[in-house]
């Protein structure tokens, strides 16, 4: 069943077409709703959900992928003297509310009206996959207040990154330096980044073919999931 897009519409049914029937820019269905099972089906498969408000539900599988290991994380002479000065701090899951709030103000250049695509629809569905052990954020601190973070989600041994932000230079960076620390340490596979961006490529992101990316994710998700608050972990 296509709607006007053209593309695969789904109905109460959670199963997905095959991502190879996605168009080129990595368009694969619409429609749906973001429920907990149909949030993790997806992530599972290599998909996940982008739209713009007012927009259906549209759900993506790009070829190629923006992703980054956890050993080939950047870290610049300057930042590593930041980290070192331990200007901030940093904790994960003390306030994912927070976190895809800040990440939902940022103005997005290529969504209509400088929006962003992060949506009350899509900051009520994040904060369920949270409640459920799924979904995680990294809080960047300085003076007590809350000044950078990124959030997203893990399945396996796979973090699907979503969203970060920063109100002080490189507290993004410092967040995603912890949270690739943490990573290392329990031995995960990969980051996915799902777009391309200059940003990533000067963190040690690259581009892998889809068909790559979804081996390493079938094999990521035979590890078990490090599921709930992430904490005290």
């Not at 408000?53 to 003297?81: H, Q």
């Not at 899509?122 to 990294?138: C, K, T």
């Not at 329990?186 to 068909?211: C, E, S, V, Y």
Request: aromatic residues 12%; negative net charge; proline residues 4%.
């Amino acid at each position: 069943m296509y709607d006007e897009l053209n593309i695969f519409c789904l109905d109460g049914d959670l199963r997905f077409p095959d991502v190879i029937e996605a168009d080129p820019d990595g368009l694969l269905a619409c429609g749906g709703d973001l429920s907990i099972p149909r949030l993790l089906e997806a992530y599972s498969l290599g998909i996940f959900p982008w739209f713009n408000p007012g927009d259906p539900i549209l759900w993506w599988s790009p070829d190629p992928r923006m992703v980054l290991y956890p050993d080939e994380f950047r870290v610049t002479k300057n930042l590593k003297k930041l980290i070192d000065k331990k200007k901030f701090q940093v904790t994960f899951d003390q306030n994912f509310s927070e976190v895809i709030w800040n990440c939902s103000a940022i103005r997005r250049d290529y969504t209509q009206e400088g929006g962003s695509w992060i949506t009350d629809l899509m900051i009520e569905a994040y904060e369920n996959l949270h409640r459920a052990g799924f979904a995680h954020s990294v809080e960047t601190w300085l003076e007590g207040r809350l000044v950078g973070g990124l959030y997203g989600v893990s399945l396996g041994r796979m973090f699907f990154g979503e969203s970060m932000f920063h109100k002080v230079n490189d507290a993004s960076k410092v967040a995603l330096f912890h949270l690739v620390q943490k990573l290392k340490n329990w031995q995960f596979d990969l980051i996915d980044a799902q777009q391309d961006t200059q940003h990533l490529r000067n963190m040690g992101g690259r581009t892998i073919p889809r068909k790559v990316f979804l081996h390493l994710l079938s094999q990521s998700l035979t590890k078990e999931t490090i599921s709930g608050s992430w904490a005290a972990l």
